[in-house]
């Protein structure tokens, strides 16, 4: 995954809205193996009030979608690469959703 791949590659994954053909406003690709995100529900993460932190940074690619109201195939994404913590839900030890990135955390 890229910044300049954010159309193909939802495209191609038919990532949209839930239960629709609407394009999704914002999709973001962690850019790790499975294993370091599983890492992060065990030994690598801290509670963050129902969910997990990482305890260190990803690299991730955030696509944003252009084109609003856009609707599949149609869907346009601007990518833009960051370096952030990042907030997943784990559920009997594996990861089940992406929550967030984070810039700042909390004391």
Do not use: W
């Not at 406003?25 to 993460?45: L, M």
């Not at 305890?55 to 696509?63: A, R, S």
């Amino acid at each position: 995954m890229s910044v300049d791949r954010c159309d193909s590659v939802i495209g191609s994954r038919r990532i949209s809205k839930t239960n629709s053909n609407e394009c999704k406003e914002t999709n973001t690709f962690i850019q790790a193996t499975t294993n370091h995100i599983k890492a992060i529900c065990e030994q690598a993460g801290e509670p963050y009030g129902d969910m997990t932190k990482s305890l260190q940074p990803f690299p991730i690619i955030v696509c944003t979608l252009k084109n609003q109201q856009g609707r599949l195939p149609h869907c346009q994404y601007r990518g833009q690469a960051r370096t952030r913590r990042i907030a997943i839900k784990c559920e009997q030890g594996f990861p089940v959703h992406f929550e967030r990135d984070i810039i700042h955390f909390e004391n």
